[in-house]
């Protein structure tokens, strides 16, 4: 697989299978990340409810990871993507949402939500800023402070 920014990726290994990855290395690959503390036991739970998953290894290393709830016909929710700090920067993390999006091509629509300030990275692969997108989350306050849910007016 070729990146858009011509970086190659032929010498890494990618496997879809949830029961062929070490839940402990995922957990440890999603705290280098950094994405925060996902326990080995909470990534098996979202990876098993996902309908798409990637998982890259650079010889015998995760390197990357993400995954893709998806219902077969409406909506497609890309989430978790996650890459190794050693990694980062040589188009794996959009390799991997292209195979997302590859994956759950036929659904009417593909939603993720981003991190501030990474906006213009996924525009560029193809995603639009949505206007009506509203959520719930358990720490409401938190999400707020670091920018991904606006205050109440």
């Known amino acids: ?15 879809h299978r949830l029961d062929e990855v070490d839940l402990d290395e995922l957990s440890r690959l999603y ?41 077969g016909v409406d909506c497609a929710y890309i989430a978790d993507v996650a890459v190794h700090p050693e990694h980062q ?16 091509a ?6 993720l939500y981003a991190a501030p300030g990474t906006e213009a990275f996924y525009r560029g692969l193809g995603f ?6 509203m959520g719930i989350w358990s720490d409401p306050r938190r999400a707020v402070d670091i920018g991904l849910l606006s205050p109440e007016d």
Do not use: Q
């Open 1 to 15: 697989m070729t990146s858009k920014n011509g970086v190659t990726s032929k010498n890494l290994t990618w496997v």
């Open 31 to 71: 705290r280098l990340a950094p994405l925060g503390n996902k326990p080995p036991e909470a990534l098996a739970t979202v990876y098993g409810n996902s309908r798409y998953a990637c998982f890259v290894y650079a010889g015998d290393v995760l390197v990357g990871a993400g995954r893709a709830l998806a219902d």
């Open 89 to 104: 920067g040589r188009g794996l993390g959009s390799d991997i949402i292209r195979k997302l999006v590859e994956l759950a």
């Open 106 to 111: 036929g659904h009417k629509k593909i939603i």
């Open 128 to 133: 639009l800023h949505m206007n009506t997108a």
